[in-house]
Structures are given as C-alpha cells and as structure tokens.
C-alpha cells in the first residue's frame, strides 16, 4: 500500500501567492519522520523541511512551512510569497521507526508551476 | 564542503554490459543509500547501509549489488544491466549526530541502457 499520497499531479501558483502542496501519510508507528524536498529542472534534490511525529510546533524554514496535523495524518506543505524559482517538483517523504534501517518513503511527487 | 558525489553523471551503455555508479560522501556518514526514481513512480530505495560492511535490500534490490568496504563509499553495481534499469539514481547519506533527519543526496546519476 502506498505509504505517501500526494494527490496533486500539478499546482500552479502566481507569483507572491501561497500554495499549499497536500501530503498524506500512512503509518502505524508513534515515532517517525516526515519531509519535503524540491527537485528543480536541473535534477538535485534539495532537503526543504523536516517534522518529528513528537513535534509539538509545526516546523517552520523561511517561507516554507509544514502543517502537520497528526489525528489526520496530513503533513502540506505551504509556500508563503512564491517565487518564479519554486518552479519544481515537489516530494514528500517519510522515515518510520526510531531507526528502520534509514529509509524514505517517497510519495510520487507535485510539480509546481509558478506563474509572472 | 559538505557533500556527496557520484560518478559518471551521465552514461549510456548496452545490455548485459556490467558497470558500476561510484557514490562517495565526505561527512563521515554512517548510513548510506541508493534509490531511482522514475516517471511518475516518485524515489523508491534499492539498497541500504548502515554502516561498513553492512548492507541489506531496499524496495526494488533486483539486478543491483551493493559493497560498503569503506565509510566513505557506497558503490552500485549493475552485474547485467537491462533496459527496465535505465533510470535517473540518487546516493544519499545520513549521519547519527547532529541535525540526523537530514540527508543529503548526491547530484544523480542518468542511466540509459540500450
């Protein structure tokens, strides 16, 4: 089953609007660990946000920032004042398990477009 | 700089000819990682380590190898490539100390078997 949904095949944004990117998630352990990464055009993944299943506060990088509500197993992510260079693939992932054997479950991704 | 890098970037090669993709981190990483990714199929794990000589199988280990005889590398093998294996592959590392929920992936490595 799949572990990571993300339902959103493509977005699109104008510039210096929000976007929220929807993730779910599936899971039966209380420890684990959600995340978000962006993959522009050029290939590279580059780590966004990162929220413990035990953190309290929703986790916050500049203008990203995860809302995390555990009960619905639900982890957007929200962009604040996009940019033309958000332009990008957008994946969530998920660690289960304190340590289970250091893999990401990867959801199949949305691509966001944003627009002058 | 920290970072994690693989080699070749590019390559096409042919059926059956045996290659390896090179990944090598300069972090002291305990945990590293292969994955591929694939049009609309996301990064799905094809083997793991958690630390020197200590390897086990991600979600799709079928046609790869793997060997951690040193912390630093991490190479794939592809004995017998075939052309379900072209896809674009990423390395990724993690560590045990500090911030450990990072990790941080090598550039990727596009592989087109023919």
Request: charged share 20%.
């Amino acid at each position: 089953a799949q572990k990571i949904t993300q339902t959103q095949p493509g977005m699109f944004v104008q510039e210096k609007e929000a976007v929220t990117l929807d993730c779910t998630y599936d899971t039966s352990d209380q420890s684990y660990g959600l995340f978000w990464y962006k993959q522009p055009s050029s290939g590279e993944m580059i780590f966004l946000i990162y929220q413990g299943s035990y953190d309290e506060q929703n986790a916050t990088e500049g203008r990203y920032s995860l809302n995390f509500q555990k009960a619905r197993k639900s982890a957007n992510l929200v962009i604040s004042a996009s940019q033309l260079g958000d332009s990008a693939m957008y994946f969530c992932a998920m660690r289960e398990g304190e340590d289970s054997g250091y893999a990401l479950n990867f959801g199949k991704g949305t691509s966001l477009l944003v627009t002058p | 700089e920290a970072q994690v890098t693989q080699n070749p970037r590019y390559l096409i090669t042919v059926t059956g000819k045996k290659l390896t993709v090179t990944c090598s981190q300069n972090m002291n990483h305990e945990y590293m990682s292969w994955y591929r990714q694939d049009p609309g199929l996301g990064l799905r794990q094809i083997y793991y380590s958690m630390n020197v000589e200590v390897t086990d199988k991600g979600d799709v280990p079928e046609g790869y190898k793997v060997s951690r005889k040193e912390k630093r590398n991490f190479p794939l093998i592809l004995e017998s490539p075939s052309p379900n294996q072209t896809s674009l592959y990423f390395c990724a590392s993690r560590g045990v100390a500090g911030r450990v929920y990072e990790q941080y992936f090598g550039p990727g490595t596009r592989l087109t078997v023919t």
